[in-house]
């Protein structure tokens, strides 16, 4: 019985410091997913950090919107649905009969600017628990930035 130990399991001559002519794909693969989620993890951080309500794709067109509903709060405290004044108890239910009960009309909240704070966000609280969802506040621009 004998034991072959040299060159029968080979197949040819090994060619020593000749280049591989083949292409080793996974390091490739393995810098490209790296770089997936090094672009996945950053690219919310460029985004703006402004929340935007951004319109539907069943979304009515901009020049048939309709006329947005001002609610005023006056410095006595005093509450104004456009020109007419307006209990806080009825406020939800007259902003429904103006709004035509569509939950999506545009309503404006002035506050006077001598009044109490929890005042404004109490009446916005009431609004938006009468179920509106655009609701918003409006503010007047000093004289300087208004000329420019």
Same mark, same amino acid.
């Given at each position: 019985m004998?034991?072959?130990?040299?060159?029968?399991g080979?197949?040819?001559?090994?060619?020593r410091?000749?280049?591989?002519?083949?292409?080793?794909?996974?390091?490739?693969?393995?810098?490209?997913?790296?770089?997936?989620?090094?672009?996945?993890?950053?690219s919310?951080?460029?985004?703006?950090?402004?929340?935007?309500?951004?319109?539907? #794709?069943d979304?009515?067109?901009?020049?048939?919107?309709?006329?947005? @509903? #001002?609610?005023?709060?006056?410095?006595?405290?005093? @509450?104004?649905?456009?020109?007419?004044?307006?209990?806080?108890?009825?406020?939800?239910?007259?902003?429904?009969?103006?709004?035509?009960?569509?939950?999506?009309?545009?309503?404006?909240?002035?506050?006077?600017?001598?009044?109490?704070?929890?005042?404004?966000m109490?009446?916005?609280?009431?609004?938006?628990?009468?179920?509106?969802?655009?609701?918003?506040?409006l503010?007047?621009?000093?004289?300087?930035?208004?000329?420019?």
């Amino acid at each position: 019985m004998g034991v072959s130990l040299g060159g029968g399991g080979r197949r040819g001559p090994r060619r020593r410091g000749r280049p591989m002519s083949d292409i080793n794909v996974t390091p490739l693969v393995d810098v490209m997913l790296v770089l997936l989620i090094i672009f996945m993890v950053t690219s919310p951080m460029m985004t703006s950090g402004v929340n935007v309500d951004l319109p539907k #794709t069943d979304a009515k067109p901009v020049n048939t919107d309709t006329k947005p @509903i #001002t609610v005023s709060i006056k410095s006595d405290g005093s @509450i104004y649905l456009g020109d007419n004044p307006v209990s806080a108890n009825d406020l939800v239910s007259e902003l429904k009969a103006a709004a035509q009960n569509d939950p999506e009309h545009r309503i404006f909240v002035r506050g006077d600017a001598h009044i109490d704070y929890g005042k404004v966000m109490q009446v916005m609280g009431e609004i938006t628990a009468g179920g509106f969802t655009h609701v918003a506040l409006l503010a007047q621009q000093p004289a300087a930035a208004a000329g420019q």
